[in-house]
């Protein structure tokens, strides 16, 4: 069973940078999209940044202009890089992978943005 792990997660003030990764166990074939969510307490999780077809990019508009995502397919890596974080980007952060056919989650690693 392929998992994927997430790490570069902590405590970070505002303004301040982080940077996320994530790495499956084993070879992921035929990726088509990678993508990374969120969810803070009491939310529902929500898209925070994507690429499709390892080009195309989409960021949710609340980190727009502040976050990076980059994926490399054939290492099944996906990193995501956040400066000027905020209060609100507080939440636990998970890597999604999806090749035809199956779906590919982390479990997730906190995310906490506090002066």
């Known amino acids: 069973q392929v998992q994927l792990v997430e790490s570069g997660g902590g405590l970070a003030q505002p303004g301040r940078s982080l940077r996320l990764s994530c790495a499956a166990s084993a070879r992921i074939l035929s990726i088509v999209y990678m993508g990374w969510y969120r969810q803070a307490p009491g939310k529902q999780r929500e898209l925070v940044a994507s690429?499709?077809?390892?080009?195309?990019?989409n960021y949710a508009d609340s980190v727009k202009g502040r976050f990076t995502i980059s994926g490399d397919n054939a290492k099944n890596t996906i990193d995501l890089q956040m400066n000027s974080l905020k209060p609100e980007d507080t939440a636990v952060y998970y890597c999604?992978?999806?090749?035809?056919?199956?779906?590919?989650w982390g479990r997730g690693t906190q995310v906490t943005v506090s002066s």
């Open positions: 690429i499709r077809s390892g080009a195309e990019t």
């Open positions: 999604m992978q999806r090749s035809i056919g199956n779906i590919y």
